[in-house]
């Protein structure tokens, strides 16, 4: 009797053991500062939240497609300015709330009210009404055929919300996604518990941990130890030979939509010359940048467009590495002797370490560059809103932003009428090959206008435990989807 009770009890405990593992702990290196996309410039949120909590009328998948979000379809008419929208049926928030053609209505009016406090307002801009049909029905009219439009909505700025959660959305989300918000502990982590009653497909963890960890030492620690399971946008790239070479780890490379640019104050004196603009780009070695602050990984780039788009025009060479020429632009805008500016840096790797590489760079042709490292939330305030910066680095992992050019008051101050009618042409163009042409130009526009700094796409690296798949590989926009992560075994 004893003999069989302690069998029955090891097999019991083996069976316990070998039980499918169902939570995951993912290192992210920025905290977002607040936990709602709809209001701030912030990437981190959607790292956290972007198809995890919340959830758009479209969406993005890893390809960067554009596929049904809580819209499961949707009729254009002829003209192109009316988008009808049907609902999917019984979706509720995490407060238990329906999700109906109110919310959207709600969502989309407060993203384009003249008060909003969306990062991307511009996205909206076009929208002339949104009418609730009935309450699986939504109708949205814009004043001038958008091709863009299904492709705005899945932007994280374009996300539903509800009337009733809004006022506490940015310490506690409330969304429509696979997985509830649950707890955040600042400085630390934030932490999802599945969804029970989400419409869609249940995903396979019960539970998901974002880990917080801004320093690349500490990241590489805390993967060889395994205290996180996998960290997404691993930002020591000099240590992924190690982990390639570990059976316990699987190492994935992809593509961002991030372009890494010096951002340059186009309205600070004396860089709102273009000659001086056009100096500096010539005195930066882009190759220098990449394998210094990024140890190879990622791609030169002449322009705010990314490389592996079809549209895309190879401009590096319109910018090339030449310090007698920066020097010598210098002298004719007047700067013989060159120049003090700021350079205002935030905390992702690209960013600090190619940060200190640019200023010794930009030293060889007479720039001198006072150097302050920001935290995010700084960072923001100081730089994107406050607009107080002559230089600055971050990468620009929206998809397909080039528009932001067109936008005078945003952070980097660049004004050209001729380009803004050019987006205007572009957004109300349907046809491919014209599409085409005109993205052809708007990239050549902002390479002779020298608006920024331009250095290089964003790779993405992604270390994780063997056992895990269904991590995205490439970064169409800033998020880590854990909608289709499991472990093996």
């Known amino acids: 009797m004893t ?12 069976t316990t053991a070998l039980a ?17 996309p709809t209001s701030a410039a912030a990437g981190a949120i959607d790292s956290v939240l972007y198809s995890n909590v919340f959830e758009g009328l479209t969406r993005f998948t890893e390809t960067g497609a554009v596929v049904p979000g809580l819209a499961a379809s949707w009729d254009i008419s002829e003209d192109g300015t009316v988008y009808t929208f049907t609902l999917r049926d019984g979706v509720t928030f995490h407060d238990g709330t329906a999700m109906d053609a109110e919310d959207v209505v709600f969502s989309l009016d407060r993203a384009r009210a003249e008060d909003s406090q969306n990062a991307q307002k511009a996205l909206f801009a076009g929208i002339e009404s949104v009418e609730a049909v009935d309450a699986t029905t939504v109708a949205v009219t814009l004043s001038a055929p958008d091709g863009n439009f299904l492709f705005n909505m899945a932007w994280g700025d374009a996300v539903i919300v509800a009337p009733e959660s809004i006022d506490g959305i940015k310490q506690t989300p409330i969304g429509t996604g696979p997985f509830k918000f649950a707890e955040w502990r600042q400085g630390d982590s934030i932490r999802l518990e599945q969804n029970p009653d989400y419409w869609g497909e249940k995903p396979a963890l019960s539970e998901a941990t974002f880990k917080f960890i801004s320093d690349p030492t500490a990241a590489f620690a805390a ?5 996180i399971d996998a960290f997404a946008g691993f930002p020591a790239p000099e240590n992924l030979p190690q982990f390639e070479a570990d059976p316990r780890f699987n190492v994935l490379v992809g593509s961002t939509e991030g372009e890494t640019i010096l951002s340059t104050n186009n309205k600070m004196p004396p860089l709102d010359n273009v000659l001086v603009r056009q100096a500096i780009a010539h005195a930066i070695d882009r190759q220098a940048i990449v394998d210094g602050a990024m140890f190879g990984l990622g791609t030169p780039i002449g322009t705010h467009f990314a490389p592996h788009n079809p549209d895309y025009v190879d401009l590096t060479g319109q910018s090339q590495y030449d310090p007698e020429k920066a020097r010598a632009l210098l002298a004719e805008a007047g700067f013989a002797d060159g120049f003090t ?14 940060g200190e590489i640019i200023a010794a760079q930009l030293r060889q042709v007479g720039i001198e560059t006072e150097i302050t490292n920001l935290e995010w939330a700084q960072w923001l305030e100081e730089v994107f809103r406050g607009k107080d910066f002559g230089l600055t680095i971050v990468s620009h992992t929206e998809p397909f ?8 008051d945003y952070y980097f101050q660049y004004d050209n009428p001729a380009f803004q009618t050019l987006m205007e042409t572009l957004g109300a163009t349907a046809d491919p090959a014209e599409r085409s042409a005109l993205l052809a130009e708007a990239q050549q526009i902002i390479a002779d206008d020298y608006v920024n700094g331009y250095l290089f796409q964003l790779a993405f690296p992604t270390v994780a435990d063997a056992r895990i798949e269904g991590l995205w590989q490439n970064a169409p926009t800033q998020a880590t989807d854990l909608t289709g992560v499991r472990w093996t075994e």
């Open 3 to 14: 003999i069989r009770l302690s069998l029955a009890a090891l097999l019991l405990s083996g």
């Open 20 to 36: 499918q593992q169902t939570d995951l702990t993912i290192g992210l290196q920025l905290e977002p500062p607040h936990l709602d």
């Open 223 to 227: 993967m060889m130890a395994q205290d």
């Open 341 to 354: 500016t700021t350079l205002k840096l935030p905390p992702p790797s690209y960013a600090r370490r190619g």
């Open 401 to 408: 932003d080039i528009g932001i050019y067109a936008r005078p």
